[in-house]
């Protein structure tokens, strides 16, 4: 009788973009048989498996750009409150102390209402202009915290780095993760998430043939993959072209985890 084997711990961890672009360019698209087997009578060409045995395989997207994650925007800032934009080098205690001077982009700006038990303000500090950072500046002064540095700052080298939460290269999920609806021997409805990462990739090629990346383009794209992951407050959902809500990557997580939690 084998003995039942106890999991210790579970790490999660977050993907070098170097470790996902040594992948094989999948050139057909969303639907390249190299991602995995989606039918019964084809094989997956890159494992050779049937649609119960492969598993599934990744592809990657280059981006035009660097872009923040959206899941990860609050930590980032609150790696560039501690470093130097010059250097890169941690803070004193002494400049980490007071309000941030930060602007973060990924969250839209809102007017705090003053309610009747608020106590009176005292004197008005002085005034602090705040400063816009980019993505690809963060990712210039992230690139730059050495192995000490950023260990100080929380962050376990083997399983994640600073510069990783921004975004580089977006990885496409196998179509086991967003897999098709056959309505009848002609029609296929092709899951949200395929067509929001449709939507990333017509996008990111119209701003790769330009060369020169609009402003309009830039921002366009950035909300595109924000939406892919989570929809964030303040900002529209996404849509299809009939008006239906497309559904995030997150909102099929917590789908995940309440259906299990009612099993």
């Given amino acids: 009788m084998e003995h039942d084997k106890v999991v210790g711990c579970v790490q999660f961890g977050m993907l070098d973009p170097k470790e996902i672009i040594t992948e094989e360019a999948k050139r057909e698209g969303l639907s390249d048989p190299r991602l ?57 205690k002494l400049y ?15 007017n705090k209402r003053k309610r009747k038990d608020d106590p009176e303000p005292g004197p008005a500090p002085a005034p602090v202009q705040k400063v816009p950072v980019t993505a690809q500046k963060a990712l210039a002064i992230l690139q730059k915290i050495h192995t000490e540095p950023c260990r100080q700052l929380g962050f376990n080298l083997t399983f994640a780095r600073s510069d990783w939460m921004i975004i580089q290269v977006l990885p496409i999920p196998p179509p086991h993760v967003r897999p098709f609806m056959r309505a009848d021997s002609c029609r296929i409805y092709q899951d949200d998430l395929t067509f929001q990462l449709s939507r990333i990739i017509r996008l990111n090629n119209h701003l790769n043939a330009r060369k020169v990346c609009s402003l309009h383009g830039e921002r366009l794209l950035e909300l595109y993959i924000s939406q892919y992951y989570n929809k964030l407050p303040g900002q529209p959902r996404a849509t299809t072209d009939a008006g239906r809500p497309i559904r995030s990557i997150c909102c099929n997580l917590m789908e995940g985890k309440v259906l299990l939690e009612s099993m």
Avoid: W
């Fill in 96 to 110: 980490l102390e007071g309000s941030s001077v930060l602007k973060d982009p990924m969250r839209p700006q809102t």
């Fill in 36 to 92: 995995g087997a989606i039918a019964r009578n084809v094989n997956c060409e890159t494992c050779r498996g049937d649609v119960h045995s492969c598993p599934g395989h990744f592809g990657h997207i280059v981006l035009a750009q660097p872009f923040y994650h959206v899941l990860f925007t609050k930590t980032v800032f609150s790696v560039l409150e501690s470093v130097c934009f010059r250097c890169s080098r941690i803070l004193p």
